[in-house]
C-alpha cells in the first residue's frame, strides 16, 4: 500500500477509535465514519468494508503493540521497574480518561450474536495481553527487581481492576483517587521496597 493509503488507514483508525469511544460499538455507521474522516463511501470501503472489520483492526493494534513494546524493551534489557512504571502510568491516564474508553463498544462487539465464532473470542486479546504481562512480570523476578509472585494472578489482578474501573466510568463519574490505589496496590505486589501511598 502507497505512502498515502497508509496515511489514510491511520485517519480511519484514529477518527473510529474517538466514534466508538464515545457511542458504543452499535451506534457506530460507515456513514458516521465517512462524515468524520471526509471520505466518500468508495473511499471508505476502498479500505474497509465494514465497521466490525474497522474496529477489529483498532483493538488488534492495540493489543499488539503493549506486547510488542513489551517484548522489545526486555530484549534491550530495559529495567522491569522502569517498563512496569510506564505500562502502570498509560494505565493510570486510560483508567481516568473515561471518554476515551472503548470498554462499552469492547462489550457491545464481542457479545454481539451476529459476530462469526473467530472474531467472537475476545480469548485471543486476553492471551496476548497474558503473554505480555507474564513474561514481564517473570523478567523481573528473573533480575531481582520484582516479589517472588504469581505472575498469572498478578496479571488477572491488573486486568481485571483496569477493565473494571474502564467499564464503570462509562456508568458512573470515577474518583481520580481510585486508578492511584489500585496503581499503588500492585506495585506493593510486585516491587521489594515499600511503596508509599500518594494521594
Not at 53 to 80: G, M, R, Y
Not at 105 to 127: D, G, L, P
Not at 143 to 165: C, D, M, W
Not at 181 to 195: A, G, M, Y
Amino acid at each position: 500500500m502507497s505512502l498515502k493509503g497508509d496515511k489514510t488507514k491511520r485517519d480511519i483508525l484514529e477518527k473510529a477509535y474517538r466514534l466508538f469511544a464515545e457511542k458504543g460499538f452499535k451506534e457506530v455507521t460507515m456513514k458516521d465514519i465517512c462524515e468524520l474522516t471526509g471520505l466518500s463511501r468508495g473511499g471508505l470501503y476502498r479500505h474497509y468494508e465494514s465497521t466490525e472489520q474497522i474496529f477489529l483492526e483498532i483493538v488488534h493494534t492495540f493489543s499488539d503493540q503493549q506486547k510488542n513494546e513489551i517484548f522489545t524493551k526486555i530484549e534491550q534489557h530495559i529495567p522491569a521497574a522502569v517498563i512496569l512504571e510506564e505500562l502502570l502510568s498509560k494505565y493510570t491516564e486510560e483508567m481516568i480518561d473515561s471518554k476515551n474508553s472503548l470498554s462499552l463498544a469492547i462489550c457491545e462487539f464481542y457479545s454481539n450474536s451476529s459476530t462469526s465464532q473467530e472474531e467472537n473470542s475476545v480469548k485471543n486479546q486476553y492471551e496476548l495481553s497474558k503473554s505480555a504481562w507474564t513474561t514481564l512480570i517473570n523478567y523481573g523476578i528473573s533480575t531481582k527487581e520484582f516479589n517472588r509472585v504469581n505472575p498469572e494472578s498478578v496479571f488477572h489482578v491488573i486486568l481485571f481492576a483496569y477493565q473494571g474501573v474502564r467499564m464503570y466510568s462509562r456508568l458512573m463519574e470515577i474518583d481520580h483517587d481510585i486508578p492511584t490505589q489500585i496503581i499503588c496496590e500492585i506495585k506493593r505486589l510486585l516491587l521489594p521496597k515499600e511503596v508509599p501511598y500518594e494521594k
